[in-house]
């Protein structure tokens, strides 16, 4: 890589820098803190709790019993308050846990290790319940020794004594209230009290969608969400995004980057094998810090209930839906928690048989009108397996790292095979009826990739370190007959590597949350394209490296708070063709990527005002120069010379209560587009070639509003949107330039039913609109699921699907190009009946922390 100006030494010189400075506190960073001065002589243990309680502000949970018979003398000067509980309990057979609202005193048992009591609350939709009040008691007198309320996930801490005997009370408004021995680890499940629920009238209950801190939060536990199947399913319900099958888009922002657990999700099936009754929330940030690679315009973070417990855990879930073809996938994964330490593997088999049909209209204006009408009848076959192996270990609560390995493959050839009829005419007169058949297929392949990381915290300063490495190559042939005899064959070859580091560093500054870091990637990809001889023979090569650093700062000022971010990113990319090294096609690029935000709430209003660019690198596949073959009168091709798209976005979002709001302005620089143009009027007349280029300005604007009312037993979520795109291509000689608003509705329809019985309907409608050279068509679906939970635990979960009922989903456009105009019509088999299982065993999450380095790069290869 003798072209490349940034090394691995060079990176590695950025990340010393930055862990000297995570040995240099800040002076503003030790005063983010209540500080405590005391002085204690011979006090109780107990009564100095209190009085650091008191002045430390944060609730201080022990039990009186246990305390006592210990007293303190120590000299406390200007400390935190964990520092001044630790000062005192030292010596002393108790640890100090701190959660996010309180801190917790536990006595160590006779072999040293400390003893609490954990669990979690659950209401008889096996629904986590926040906020419960949990209650230690003797079980001798019932005298009251300690208690806490839930945390958000229905989990609770108490310092406990297993040695001695203690019961638990539970109380939570409209359930029975229950008292049980106590035990280390406790699942507790409430049942409603069915006449507190006839006296009480219900006057506010927990939004399905919040605002905060500039996101828009979705609550999926105890809500109908849940109830959605795997999280793929349950992503295209959420409020602003659309789309399904791991493709989604959030309205205005585009393709989000999906997170579980602040891991990024790197494969779609891992959404599969992820169900949505184990996920809490769903945070969709529109406005994603400095932290994410300048691709990112959007986020959705996944967190799911965490269910603490040893040993084996094991899921399993298949899926079967009908339509013209039928389609598969099944999976399972193997978790065995021990201590701090989790060993997992998994496996998903995806299978399926897909069928479409095609109307094409293409018309050239060159020397001559030529105009081509192409039926198609399209067929494929695709099998492939995911894997994923690893560890990830916890020797302390501050501390944890792991590594995945991940294998991917296809299992036999993928098949893809076309066949049609073609009718070609030049000044109106028929010049050629063609009968077709292609037949391309791709070899199955191994793509190996791996990922380590390493997350610790000291003090209050915090280290998230990524590495990846991904090592692919998939290879494959065409064969095209035109009337019965071989026209154009051809074969490609490509292979893949990527190395990736991500360094993150958070620290307290002054009243607020500083975090800065650096992200490398380095990539090299091969394309090798050999053909019959409708154009020429290909042998390109890119080097990449992009280097860059970035810094966010937040905080909370009263009702307000603000967000500020800075990314600079290096690019320098290297080209060859036939190993002979390209000057012009090898740019050098330095960006600024700049975010943010403030964020204001006040009760039951709230509204974010933000601005973010973004900055997207073509795929690879757009930078290829070799011509591939559609059909006899269709060639493609990339471009080289493509520059980076960059993105100015500017949002104002609101709500109040079940009424969320955004609006929403993006200049878009060298936007990519695909059209068609002539190919060669004089060697090849009336073909055309589809190709790459970028278009200087573009501008898109809109909004979109969600009604998500709650009632009894009906939860609606109603949106709708607005939005326009002008782009003038004319630089492109294409000069067609409309301007008519897209609409979009969707109705979200959840229906909670008698006897564990669930149902939702789903409708979506896309209106008509000509926006700048393209027009699309009014298309819509209505989609529908009927679920029944089985078992006691609800472990087993059968759901019936119906996906496009009414047989409405069609994809219509038409595009303007360069002297052309394409009119294209397909229906994609989306009318689909099925059924899904999926079984939980002993619910073990895996707690790898692992998020990745080099996303963007690993969606463009």
């Not at 309180?102 to 669990?119: M, N």
């Not at 690893?390 to 991940?406: A, K, L, T, V, W």
């Not at 700062?553 to 990319?573: H, N």
């Not at 798209?645 to 609006?663: E, T, V």
């Amino acid at each position: 890589m003798e072209h490349t100006d940034f090394t691995f030494r060079k990176a590695w010189m950025i990340y010393t820098v930055y862990v000297l400075l995570l040995f240099t506190p800040t002076a503003k960073a030790q005063q983010t803190a209540r500080l405590i001065s005391l002085e204690l002589k011979n006090e109780k243990l107990s009564a100095a709790l209190k009085q650091i309680e008191k002045m430390g502000g944060k609730n201080i949970l022990f039990a009186y019993e246990e305390t006592e018979n210990y007293h303190v003398t120590a000299s406390i000067r200007k400390q935190t308050q964990g520092e001044a509980i630790r000062t005192v309990l030292k010596g002393k057979p108790f640890n100090c846990i701190e959660r996010t609202d309180y801190f917790v005193i536990q006595r160590k048992g006779k072999d040293g290790k400390t003893t609490q009591v954990r669990g979690t609350i659950y209401g008889d939709r096996n629904e986590p319940l926040a906020y419960a009040n949990v209650i230690l008691l003797a079980a001798t007198d019932s005298a009251f020794i300690t208690g806490c309320v839930t945390a958000e996930d229905g989990s609770f801490i108490l310092p406990g004594n297993n040695e001695r005997n203690h019961l638990l009370k539970v109380t939570y408004i409209g359930y029975q209230s229950l008292t049980l021995p106590c035990q280390p680890e406790n699942d507790i499940h409430l049942q409603p009290d069915a006449q507190m629920l006839k006296e009480v009238t219900v006057t506010a209950s927990r939004p399905l969608v919040e605002r905060k801190n500039g996101a828009f939060v979705a609550n999926v536990a105890g809500t109908p969400l849940s109830m959605l199947g795997s999280a793929s399913d349950m992503i295209g319900h959420l409020p602003f995004v659309t789309g399904s099958d791991g493709n989604y888009t959030v309205i205005g922002r585009g393709k989000p980057d999906i997170y579980i657990n602040g891991r990024k999700v790197r494969d779609t099936s891992e959404l599969n094998q992820l169900q949505a009754n184990e996920i809490l929330s769903a945070e969709i940030v529109t406005t994603p810090g400095a932290r994410y690679s300048s691709s990112v315009s959007s986020v959705i973070r996944l967190r799911t209930i965490r269910k603490r417990g040893q040993g084996l855990s094991a899921n399993a879930y298949a899926d079967y839906t009908q339509g013209h073809s039928a389609k598969g996938k099944q999976g399972a994964s193997l978790n065995y928690r021990t201590g701090g330490l989790d060993i997992f593997v998994k496996g998903h088999f995806n299978e399926s048989d897909t069928y479409s049909t095609s109307h094409t209209q293409l018309q050239l204006s060159t020397s001559s009108e030529w105009k081509s009408i192409s039926d198609n009848v399209n067929r494929a076959h695709d099998a492939n397996f995911n894997g994923e192996v690893g560890f990830n270990y916890e020797p302390d609560d501050h501390q944890s790292f792991g590594i995945r390995y991940m294998p991917q493959s296809g299992l036999g050839n993928t098949e893809l095979k076309s066949q049609g009829e073609t009718v070609m005419t030049k000044d109106g007169k028929e010049v050629d009826r063609l009968t077709s058949y292609s037949h391309s297929r791709r070899q199955p392949h191994w793509t190996h990739s791996m990922n380590g990381y390493y997350n610790g915290t000291f003090g209050k300063w915090n280290i998230d370190f990524n590495a990846d490495y991904l090592n692919g190559r998939s290879a494959g042939g065409q064969k095209v007959d035109n009337n019965g005899e071989t026209d154009a064959t051809s074969s490609s070859e490509v292979k893949n590597r990527l190395y990736a580091a991500k360094l993150i560093i958070t620290a307290p500054l002054w009243q607020g949350k500083f975090s800065f870091g650096t992200e490398e990637t380095f990539t090299e990809r091969h394309d090798i394209f050999k053909q019959s001889g409708f154009s020429n023979d290909a042998d390109n090569r890119i080097k990449q490296s992009v280097v860059s650093t970035f810094a966010d700062y937040s905080i909370e000022l009263g009702k307000f708070s603000l967000m500020a971010g800075l990314r600079y990113e290096c690019q320098k990319t290297d080209y060859y063709e036939s190993d002979v090294y390209k000057e012009e096609k090898s740019p050098v690029y330095h960006d600024l990527i700049p975010v943010a935000g403030i964020f204001y709430k006040e009760k039951d209003w709230s509204i974010n005002l933000a601005y973010r660019m973004t900055k997207y690198n073509p795929g690879y596949r757009m930078l290829n120069s070799s011509i591939g073959y559609q059909s006899k009168y269709q060639y493609s091709n990339g471009n080289p010379e493509l520059k980076p798209q960059k993105q100015s976005l500017f949002s104002l979002d609101s709500g109040w209560k079940w009424i969320n709001a955004s609006i929403h302005f993006v200049h878009v620089q060298e936007t990519y587009i695909t059209y068609a143009k002539p190919y060669d009027d004089v060697k090849h007349p009336g073909v055309v070639l589809w190709t790459n280029a970028n278009v200087p300005d573009s501008y898109a604007y809109g909004g979109a509003i969600v009604l998500s009312p709650q009632f009894k037993w009906w939860r609606p979520q109603l949106m709708g949107s607005i939005s326009w795109f002008h782009s003038n291509a004319r630089s492109l000689n294409i000069q067609q330039l409309y301007n008519e608003p897209l609409m979009q509705f969707s109705l979200d329809n959840s229906f909670t039913l008698p006897r564990e019985w669930f149902l939702n309907v789903q409708g979506r409608l896309s209106s008509d609109a000509k926006q700048s050279f393209g027009v699309r068509k009014t298309e819509g679906r209505v989609d529908a699921q009927l679920t029944k939970s089985f078992l006691k635990d609800h472990s087993l979960r059968v759901s019936l699907v119906a996906n496009d009922i009414f047989r409405t989903g069609k994809y219509h456009f038409y595009v303007y190009g360069d002297r052309t105009y394409n009119e294209f019509e397909q229906y994609a088999d989306n009318q689909r009946f099925g059924i899904r299982l999926n079984y939980l065993f002993n619910a073990t999450k895996n707690k790898y922390k692992g998020k990745g380095a080099g996303e963007s790069e690993k969606r463009r290869l």
